[in-house]
């Protein structure tokens, strides 16, 4: 069965740092997402992406974050200047075409980021 | 504000009996909401879906139930299993928006032998 992937399972860095975390969403997926999960907490929606452009992003979303699909496989969140409130569970997400499906999200398996 | 609120942080059934998991949301402004599982260390996983215009969907052993009224939604899982415990969380689609999924903070099932 088809699924989402991400890497690296755990990222840790330093306060600062730039981090990227990669996604490959399901292939005949068009609409691709950035969750993330702070440790006791909801997960929160990020954005979507959809036709190589950001479709919605939440206020959590700000300057430091950026996405991007580099090639026809993978989908990227890019963290600037990473703070220490950005430890957290991120998850990438994706679903196909059309209205209802569309609300159907694949999740992968998450990436554990720890800023330190 | 938005609002998906599940009350119950945790819920313990027997195997082979009925597991209810509830979801309340605080305004009428979703057109459609999701159930997800999640196992620890992995992602959420889509369970099961319902659009605002209807009140019931079924699939295999669950179903869910969809009370615009009372603004509450229902997952039933019948017979539940040992397999099913995990952390289900409600999710919903607000109006206007293309596919963001506001959710719940979860509640865990734990199902007994």
């Known amino acids: 069965e088809p699924e989402v992937t991400q890497t690296p399972s755990h990222q840790v860095t330093q306060m600062g740092q730039e981090v990227i975390l990669r996604c490959v969403p399901i292939?005949?997926?068009?609409?691709f997402y950035w969750y993330r999960q702070i440790l006791g907490q909801k997960v929160e929606f990020l954005v979507s992406?959809?036709?190589?452009?950001?479709?919605?992003k939440s206020e959590i979303f700000d300057d430091q974050f950026s996405v991007e699909r580099p090639d026809g496989s993978n989908f990227t969140l890019k963290i600037r200047s990473t703070k220490l409130e950005d430890s957290a569970m991120y998850f990438c997400?994706?679903?196909?075409?059309?209205?209802?499906?569309?609300?159907?999200?694949?999740f992968g398996p998450g990436t554990r980021l720890t800023v330190t | 504000d938005q609002q998906v609120k599940q009350n119950s942080p945790s819920l313990s059934v027997q195997e082979g009996r009925i597991s209810i998991l509830n979801c309340d949301y605080t305004?009428?402004?979703?057109?459609?909401f999701l159930w997800y599982k999640k196992y620890p260390a992995e992602g959420p996983t889509f369970l099961i879906s319902i659009s605002s215009i209807k009140d019931k969907n079924e699939d295999g052993r669950f179903t869910v139930f969809l009370n615009k009224s009372a603004k509450h939604l229902s997952l039933h899982i019948v017979p539940s299993q040992p397999g099913d415990s995990a952390v289900y969380f409600c999710a919903a689609v607000p109006t206007g928006t293309a596919s963001k999924l506001t959710f719940g903070t979860g509640t865990r099932l734990q199902v007994t032998l």
């Open positions: 292939s005949n997926h068009l609409y």
């Open positions: 992406f959809y036709n190589n452009e950001i479709s919605e």
């Open positions: 997400a994706s679903s196909e075409a059309g209205l209802a499906s569309a609300y159907e999200q694949y």
């Open positions: 305004n009428s402004m979703f057109d459609y």
